[in-house]
């Protein structure tokens, strides 16, 4: 058992990033779900949620739909963006650390030189993910997928059932 807390924080660290893709997984797969279930606890949420879905739909089928092997191709050039763009940030950690430490100011220095280091390494990284996911979002596959189309409509039966 260790005893450091470094130690513990590799663990927890570890633990963590292996604990994130079912969680990830689990959060795409009940979001639908639990915004209907949330849009069904009275009747104006229930039909506002409606008329969203609606709009959406209707958003969707006024562009042209993709055909399976076009949705495909999307699907893994996004898999390939993403891949890309976590080398690139993999690649920018390794470039932070060598310069870390190849780079050795006097000592007053150094604890600036880290601290600042450490914001533009958090800016950079983060921003790179937020822009990943927020244009992952606006693309191009999602609304035109024929896939996409039939589980919104479904979504909509459902909710009307509900509705009455």
Known sequence: MPRDLGTWGFILS?????LMYPVG????????????????????????????LQRQLQRAEALTALSEFENETL??????VAFVGG???LLYGIVFFLLEKLVKPTATVEKWRTILWG???VIALNFGVV???????????VPRSTRARAR?????DKLKVRLG
Request: charged share 25%; glycine share 2%.
């Open 152 to 156: 919104l409509r479904a979504s909509i």
């Open 131 to 141: 822009w990943w996911l927020v244009k992952r979002f606006e693309a191009y596959r």
């Open 119 to 121: 914001i533009f390494a």
């Open 25 to 52: 997984v689990l959060i795409n797969l009940t979001s639908p779900g639990i915004r209907n279930w949330w849009a069904a606890r009275s009747r104006k949420s229930l039909t506002k949620r409606i008329d969203i």
């Open 75 to 80: 699907w893994r050039f996004e898999k390939l």
């Open 87 to 89: 080398a690139f940030h």
């Open 14 to 18: 570890i633990t963590a990033l292996l």
